[in-house]
DNA sequence: TCCATTCGGTTGCAACTTGAAACCGTTGCG
DNA sequence: CGCAACGGTTTCAAGTTGCAACCGAATGGA
């Protein structure tokens, strides 16, 4: 997708999961893959993206193991993109740019949606950071460390 | 920076946080943020991006109220970028990102580093969506609800 | 004081990517 | 069979990206 072989971030443990996504369309057909979307045609309607960038984003989440294409579930020929265990990992990205969006985007007078508990119906939490120990984190309180300065 | 007005998808709430981010070179600038980064000249260097790309990513950044031009903190005549509360918000979206990473980029003999507690220098713990009476919830035990449909 | 360098960009341009539309083989179906 | 829907691929114009050159203001050094 992007060059990111000449641009060595210290930090590429944001940079490669962000390359192996591709772009925002593909955070969509997962968003869409977890809301139990399968079928091109389904990806394609609920998105409304050109179909030759449907297609290639389709693959490179596959070549990528977020996605598999499963054969079919009613026998017929046509097949099927499922989440993997990796892909459904990025259920805490979608929740976390969820909640952001509705801190921040959610305008009055919209058609307001959010994340609810499918079991109650109810509000989910929202996430938090905490430390080993339990204690909240706040937005900064973190920091990087290499695996050498940490006792094991 | 992509044409979203065309494609009014169901779940506003997930492609709208992505549309004011803008692409991947954003949240990468977000995550140097976090990082203590100010300056022009040390993005630049961080992330070894163009300058007119750069320049163009903090100008919507700027925009968006995920980042704010302050004046400077030593008299110096050139300002500097400072996440703002709204941008300090992705701090969830970075977590949750890099948490992935660890879990699924990583590889053995790479130069690992992970998120601790700034304070005991201990790792963070991981993510985890809680329902309101505090179950965990795992991926796909989520679904969208409108706002009508709540008991309030 | 004067010159050089760094900082923080903008501009120009070639290469690449995106996306609308047309096309096409296969599948499902009456 | 015939025909529509599915699941793409191809084509091509338009837009975006990113390297490199440039540039003015601020800083530093002799």
Redesign the interface.
């Known amino acids: 997708m ?1 060059k990111r072989t ?15 996504i591709g ?2 369309w593909s ?2 057909i997962v ?1 869409d893959a ?2 139990g979307l399968r079928r091109f045609g389904e990806f394609q309607k ?4 050109a179909k030759n960038i449907l297609s290639a984003r389709l693959r490179n989440l596959v070549a990528h ?1 977020i996605l598999e294409i499963v054969p079919a579930p009613d026998g017929s020929a046509h097949h099927e993109y499922v989440l993997t265990e ?1 892909g ?19 305008g009055p007078g ?16 929202r ?1 938090e ?7 909240l ?1 706040a ?9 050498r ?2 006792p094991e």
């Open positions: 992007v000449s641009h060595q971030s210290a930090d590429c443990l944001i940079a490669r999961p962000l390359d192996a772009d925002w955070l969509l968003r977890f809301d609920s998105l409304g993206v193991g990796k459904r990992g990025l259920f805490y990205v979608l929740v976390a740019l969820r909640q952001w969006g509705e801190t921040y985007f959610s919209e058609p307001y949606t959010f994340m609810v508990d499918t079991r109650t119906g109810r509000p989910i939490r996430l950071v905490h430390a080993e120990d339990g204690r984190l937005p900064g309180e973190t920091r990087l460390a290499d695996f300065q940490q």
